[in-house]
């Protein structure tokens, strides 16, 4: 089945200890991206990548890194989490770069994030 | 950059047509429309996108104006499990997909 998975869902973690969430696609796509989620705010942009070693930063690219070693992986990171970081974050993917063709968005289901 | 704005929210009957619309009045020549929607807190779901002419598939309509700086989405017959937060968006020169906060809309029985 063509799928975003993100692991883990659930996390509750303490300020200042590093963290990385995984985001893996099995469709071949060129094309993937964080997001946050936060009430009122909608859906903000962290980092994409456009292929594999290409990455760029989003709206709100502060606190977090991402690294893009191989097509279908592309993991999250938080060095030094802090409670603003608390939120509920997406992975998402396309066939090819969003700009030159429709290639609509895959999302996975979330993962929420706790700092404490 | 191109952006859009829509309205927060909206009601609609069961069973009748939902229309929402989505402003995006700097959008570029070559930028496509899109829109998303997200049911509670699962991820987005894709419904449909365009250029230039009015769409139609097995989920929704979309209508865009001939200045392309506004389109609606059209449900046609809305039902209670179309209730979520639909998104317009459209996509940066840079790749970026700006997502906005969205209309909430509620099918009411």
């Known amino acids: 089945e063509a799928q975003v998975t993100q692991n883990p869902r659930y996390l509750i973690t303490v300020t200042g200890k590093k963290l990385t969430v995984t985001c893996s696609q099995n469709m071949n796509h060129e094309y993937m991206s964080w997001y946050r989620q936060d009430p009122g705010l909608g859906l903000r942009q962290i980092y994409y990548?456009?292929?594999?070693?290409?990455?760029d930063k989003g709206d709100v690219p502060e606190g977090y890194k991402v690294s893009r070693k191989e097509k279908r992986n592309f993991p999250l990171i938080l060095e030094s989490p802090s409670p603003n970081q608390t939120s509920l974050y997406f992975c998402?993917?396309?066939?090819?770069?969003?700009?030159?063709?429709?290639?609509?968005?895959?999302f996975g289901n979330g993962t929420r994030l706790t700092v404490t | 950059d191109a952006k859009t704005t829509q309205p927060p929210s909206m009601d609609c009957a069961e069973g009748r047509a939902a229309n929402l619309p989505c402003n995006h009045s700097t959008i570029s020549g070559n930028e496509y429309v899109y829109w998303y929607r997200q049911i509670h807190s699962q991820g987005p779901q894709y419904i449909i996108h365009?250029?230039?002419n009015n769409e139609t598939n097995e989920m929704a309509s979309l209508i865009i104006t001939e200045d392309r700086k506004s389109s609606t989405l059209i449900l046609p017959h809305a039902t209670l499990r179309d209730t979520a937060v639909y998104y317009c968006i459209v996509i940066t020169t840079g790749n970026q997909f700006y997502f906005g906060t969205g209309t909430s809309l509620t099918v009411i029985p």
């Open positions: 990548s456009m292929n594999v070693e290409v990455t």
């Open positions: 998402a993917s396309s066939l090819s770069l969003p700009r030159l063709a429709h290639s609509p968005l895959h």
């Open positions: 365009g250029l230039k």
